[in-house]
């Protein structure tokens, strides 16, 4: 049999109803016996109302406000501060096991306007956290560029906490090797991700018993699609430099193959000297520099960058390269008349849709070529 210390039950039919047991003790050591300090209990038969089992409403002044504040000092096996349990088999539509809510800071953040819906002083474990993404809540949304060199300044450092502040302020912090960027490097450069961490001074029966503190602190979520922004660029500078290689190595096996061609053709000839007379020998040269000449583009389909390479004539004037929709709608001209001779184009279309486009190359006036080029 349970034993109350200070005990009031209420049973109402309308209005309000508040049932408390203030204080209990026992010492008898029988199994499943309970001693409850505070206990509350509610029943509602009427869907209209509000059930709540344990209340806390604070409105006052004071240094520290906490609707509950609970201390456990137990030694048992098992400590929780406030344990929060909605059982397995439930069916209620909506769960929260725990909703804390507190109103977003009026600025950034800073230490004067500290606003957190929980502060945990210590390790979190949560199987899946899930932050705001959906597109309706955001506005000014702008891609990001040029993130890889600001990655590259970033100096990652592996380290241990100072523990002594775990004595001197009662900050929990993790023991062992962490691995980590110093808040300090990261303000130069994503201030934006840089967070202004206040530890409330604790009391105890009226005295601070340990002081405040304020400190530094990274939101390493908000590095993810910035680091996936690097891993993009990374790649699309590593697509152009295997372009760039396999044009050198295209390169190196034609002079090869005219180097070769050269040899059969001068032994050839050595050789057909020792049976003719010179003079039924005739000696031709061929070269494409008269020719007009628009390459497809590589790579193709591209994401980011393509290049063009074409060969045109000094003896020509005007020349030009122009891009186009699939439907004849011009996207831009290029004037490429003081760029004659085998020349290249880089093309730079990161912010281009993807789809297939046109480009054509107009040489005086005239329409030499055109080809299709695919942006994934």
């Known amino acids: 049999m349970g034993i109350v210390g200070i005990g009031v039950d209420t049973t109402s039919l309308s209005g309000k109803a508040i049932g408390i047991s203030g204080f209990a003790y026992t010492s008898s050591n029988i199994q499943g016996n309970l001693a ?10 009427n869907g209209t109302f509000n059930t709540i089992g344990l209340y806390g409403y604070v409105d006052g002044n004071g240094v520290i406000s906490s609707g509950v504040r ?6 048992s096996n098992i400590n929780n501060g406030v344990e929060t349990i909605i059982p397995i088999g439930n069916n209620s539509v909506m769960k929260y096991a725990l909703y804390a809510s507190a109103p977003p800071p009026t600025t950034n953040f800073t230490i004067t306007n500290t606003s957190y819906a929980g502060f945990f002083n210590g390790g979190v474990y949560s199987a899946v956290i899930i932050t705001p993404s959906d597109k309706m809540l955001k506005k000014n949304i702008n891609p990001i560029h040029s993130v890889l060199n600001k990655i590259l300044s970033l100096h990652p450092i592996q380290f241990d906490f100072d523990t002594s502040f775990t004595t001197s302020h009662h900050l929990s912090l993790p023991l062992g090797s962490q691995y980590g960027i110093t808040a300090d490097e990261i303000v130069n450069v994503y201030p934006e991700l840089l967070q202004i961490v206040h530890k409330p001074e604790e009391h105890s029966l009226g005295n601070i018993s340990i002081p405040s503190i304020d400190f530094k602190g990274v939101n390493y979520i908000g590095f993810i699609p910035i680091l996936i922004r690097a891993i993009q660029e990374q790649q699309s500078l590593i697509d152009s430099l295997t372009y760039k ?7 190196i096996n034609q002079l090869l193959s005219t180097v070769n061609s050269l040899l059969s053709t001068i032994n050839s000839c050595c050789n057909a000297n020792s049976k003719m007379n010179s003079s039924n020998v005739s000696t031709i040269e061929l070269s494409d520099e008269t020719i007009i000449v628009l390459n497809q583009n590589a790579p193709n ?4 960058r393509t290049v063009i390479s074409y060969q045109v004539p000094e003896k020509y ?3 030009q390269i122009i891009f186009t929709t699939i439907k004849g709608e011009v996207i831009k001209t290029i004037d490429i008349s003081n760029k004659k001779g085998k020349s290249e184009l880089i093309v730079y279309a990161p912010d281009l849709s993807s789809g297939t486009y046109m480009y054509s190359l107009i040489v005086d006036g005239n329409v030499i070529d055109t080809k299709k080029m695919t942006k994934e």
């Open 301 to 304: 389909p591209f994401k980011e």
């Open 70 to 75: 609970v201390y456990n000092s137990s030694i």
């Open 36 to 45: 409850i300090g505070v206990s509350g209990k509610a029943f509602s038969n």
């Open 317 to 319: 004037k005007n020349v």
């Open 245 to 251: 290689d396999s044009i050198l190595t295209s390169q």
